[in-house]
Structures are given as structure tokens and as C-alpha cells.
């Protein structure tokens, strides 16, 4: 009795390891950069973007973050958004947040950027989101340039 019990225990523990290395390597590892994440390059972003976010006449270029809460890839993607401020200085950046709670937005909100919530799944339906973090970046017409998901905000900025 007391060795199968071990033996269980011994499958619980290695199970809970493997579950932890998984979520790492999500987080280590470059997301999937499928062409069917995020609208088609060259179309407009949706009204529902362009109306809630007006640009700012001095930035040349929009930058669209879409992330979910609980997701530990877009919270690596909200310290290096927080970290990228000079590289970020002619966009008008923007988080779309997928069904956020108020402290979640609270949190978004003190990155100093324009935060849409998406609290019924709309927008990001329309902006055709897979996965989170998606980024986009957009012209002053509001026509995709780039998107992929990643994040990576450097890196993506720096490529493009």
C-alpha cells in the first residue's frame, strides 16, 4: 500500500513538472507566426479600433497589441512593451484587451497607452486574433503593415 501510494505520488510529481517545463517553453519559445493570425496586410484595421483610438497628429504609425489576461507570454509582452518606450515614440500604441477584468485594464492602463476592451469578442473576431500576444502595426490609414504573434517588441519593431 505505502509503495503504490509513492509510486502515485512519484507520477503526480513528475506530472506537475512537466506541465511547468511545457508553460516555460511556451513562454521561451517564438510563438507560431501563422499567416492567418491578425487581418490580411494591406486592409484597414476595424471601425471599432479606429474610432476608439484617434491618432495623435504628430505619430506616423499605429501599433496594436491584442493580449488576454492570464496569459504569461502577453505579460512578457507587456514588460517588454513597458521597456521599448524610445522605439515606440512615433507610434500611437494600442492594447486590445479580450474579455479583461477592471484590475486587468487598471494594470494596462498605467502603461500610459490607449486600452480598448473587448468584452464581447467582437473586435478581436474582427481583427481575426488566434492567439495572444498578436501585434500589428498600421499605417496613418489604419492598413495593416505587419502583424505576427510574438512577444517580442523590439525584435518585431526593429524588423520591420
Not at 10 to 33: D, N, T
Not at 140 to 145: A, E, F, P, T, Y
Request: glycine letters at 8%.
Amino acid at each position: 500500500m505505502a509503495n503504490e501510494l509513492g509510486q502515485w505520488l512519484g507520477i503526480i510529481i513528475i506530472l506537475g513538472l512537466l506541465i511547468a517545463v511545457y508553460r516555460e517553453l511556451g513562454a521561451i519559445l517564438e510563438p507560431s507566426k501563422s499567416a492567418h493570425d491578425g487581418p490580411p496586410l494591406g486592409t484597414r484595421l476595424p471601425a471599432s479600433v479606429r474610432n476608439a483610438a484617434p491618432l495623435k497628429t504628430d505619430h506616423l504609425s499605429v501599433f496594436v497589441g491584442v493580449v488576454t489576461e492570464g496569459c504569461s507570454v502577453c505579460e512578457r509582452f507587456l514588460a517588454n512593451l513597458e521597456r521599448s518606450n524610445a522605439e515606440l515614440q512615433n507610434f500611437n500604441v494600442i492594447l486590445v484587451a479580450k474579455a479583461a477584468t477592471t484590475r486587468y485594464v487598471s494594470e494596462l492602463g498605467r502603461l500610459g497607452v490607449r486600452v480598448i476592451v473587448d468584452e464581447t469578442g467582437d473586435l478581436t473576431r474582427a481583427l481575426n486574433v488566434h492567439a495572444t500576444p498578436l501585434i500589428l502595426t498600421a499605417d496613418r490609414d489604419w492598413r495593416v503593415l505587419r502583424k505576427g504573434v510574438t512577444h517580442r517588441v523590439r525584435d518585431f519593431i526593429g524588423a520591420g
